[in-house]
């Protein structure tokens, strides 16, 4: 039994799927590891570490392999390297890559999207969208502090006392709450708004000040945020606005599950900031929390200089492997089972709610339902034994033209 670990492909991705110090828990459960040559380099992990832990670092990682693992989508190239029936582990954001979904289909590829495992407590181990949301609050939260000049905490001192830095975070899910620990951490006051009930309660139990702006909560399913109304929005972003022009820092980080990030300060908002604010806007890359911001860039509005986040767990590649490879580890646990002499076997059992509910493609199709909806129309297809391409997947291969789905009804 063989894993193998992928050398990753996409522009900027930093990070890798094993780190040499889980490689043990691997090898214990029976398997060979295999990590493609310069897998860990963004990461500061040599070979010759990866050597050291137990695996075998080769060219043709991928040959034998019943399982590959990886951070991001496994490239075209790379999927028709597979030998059919290889199990798959990695971020597949299936709205997004449909190519990718369609190559995964037709290599008769069992796909696993990480941020389709069920959110429920059995699973939370697994769960690589709270870990990496975990690094990348830290990191907002520090890149405000480096970007702002001027203290975090309070100061008082022979020559006088600084005040400490008004900082406000809006999304207390799993980044927002890194986000204001850390801030309190180097000493900011941090005030917080969620529009979750539950939130309020988080926010202060991080010693933050949770921002009551008497608005109608909004849960959606499994502890998520609902979409908000156009009036309420609009009412929010009034009630916030105070808040916000009296911020040094201004950090954001929220988001709906399936949608594009809630727009939740306007440009005319942060145009009422001081001199020397910063606005840090986490979900920059999925539409943004602020009008303007630009993923991966710092671009000036009124005055403040606003930080737009481009893979954010990639710029802390170490730590965001070392807990991405944990996640990996439990759901590989998880994929094996015993044989009669105790040995470990590659076995998923896909009775259970956590391989079923992550798979996307298996035995030449598409099981993740509402993907298969989006690319095959709506009626169920025929299983395809051959690795062509169906008619039905033709249009989707063209990545920049987004698929007509109306056309097929
Ligand atoms: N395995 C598990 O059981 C598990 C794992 C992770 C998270 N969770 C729960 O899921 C919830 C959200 O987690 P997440 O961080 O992944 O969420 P997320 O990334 O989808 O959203 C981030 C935050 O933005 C907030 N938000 C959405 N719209 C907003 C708006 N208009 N204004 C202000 N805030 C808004 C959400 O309420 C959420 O707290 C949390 O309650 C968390 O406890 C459960």
């Known amino acids: 039994m063989r894993i193998a670990v992928a050398k990753e492909t996409r522009d900027g991705e930093s990070r890798v799927a094993m780190v040499p110090e889980l490689v043990g828990k691997l090898t214990g459960l029976g398997y060979d590891v295999a990590v493609e040559p310069g897998a860990g380099l963004h990461a500061l992990i040599s070979d010759e570490e990866y050597t050291a832990a137990g695996a075998v670092v ?7 392999a019943d399982l590959v693992v990886s951070v991001q989508p496994l490239s075209i190239a790379q999927i028709r390297d597979l030998a059919r029936g290889t199990t ?8 997004q890559e449909q190519q990718t979904v369609v190559e995964l289909r037709d290599a008769g590829v069992t796909s696993h999207a990480v941020e389709l495992i069920p959110r429920i407590s059995r699973a939370q181990s697994m769960d690589g969208l709270s870990s990496q949301a975990l690094v990348a609050g830290y990191r907002c939260a520090i890149v405000a502090a480096g970007m702002l000049r001027r203290f975090f905490p309070l100061n008082m001192t022979a020559a006088g006392t600084v005040q400490a830095a008004e900082i406000v975070v809006l999304g207390a899910g799993v980044a ?23 939130a309020a309660e988080e926010i202060r139990s991080m010693g933050a000040k949770s921002i009551d702006l008497d608005l109608e909560t ?17 009412r929010q972003r ?35 900031m001081k001199p020397g604010s910063v606005v840090v806007d986490l979900a920059a890359e999925s539409g943004g929390n602020v009008e303007g911001s630009v993923a991966g860039e710092v671009v ?20 965001a492997s070392r807990l991405y490879a944990q996640n990996v580890v439990n759901l590989v646990t998880l994929m094996t089972a015993e044989d009669d002499e105790g040995n470990g076997v590659f076995s ?14 298996q035995d030449g199709r598409i099981v993740h339902e509402p993907t298969r909806e989006a690319i095959e129309g709506t009626s169920e297809p025929e299983p395809t034994e051959t690795p062509e391409p169906t008619a039905a997947a033709v249009p989707v291969e063209q990545p920049d033209v987004p698929y007509d789905q109306e056309a097929d009804q």
């Open 300 to 319: 000036r509005i009124g005055n403040a200089q606003v930080w737009g986040g481009r893979n954010v767990p990639s710029q802390m590649p170490g730590p």
């Open 58 to 64: 080769d060219v043709a990682a991928f040959e034998g």
């Open 238 to 272: 009034q009630l916030l606005t105070p808040y916000i022009a009296s911020a040094d820092a201004l950090i954001t980080t929220a988001a709906v599950p399936g949608r594009p990030a809630p727009m939740l300060v306007t440009r005319e908002m942060v145009e009422q």
């Open 88 to 95: 798959t582990i990695s971020f597949l954001p299936v709205g």
């Open 348 to 361: 998923p059992d896909y009775a259970d709610e956590i391989l079923s509910g992550s798979c996307v493609t």
């Open 218 to 234: 909004l849960e959606g399913t499994g502890g998520y945020a609902r979409e908000m109304t156009d009036d309420r929005a609009a």
């Open 176 to 198: 927002g709450l890194q986000a204001i620990a850390t801030a309190k951490r180097l000493g900011a006051v941090v005030r917080a708004y969620d529009v979750r009930a539950a």
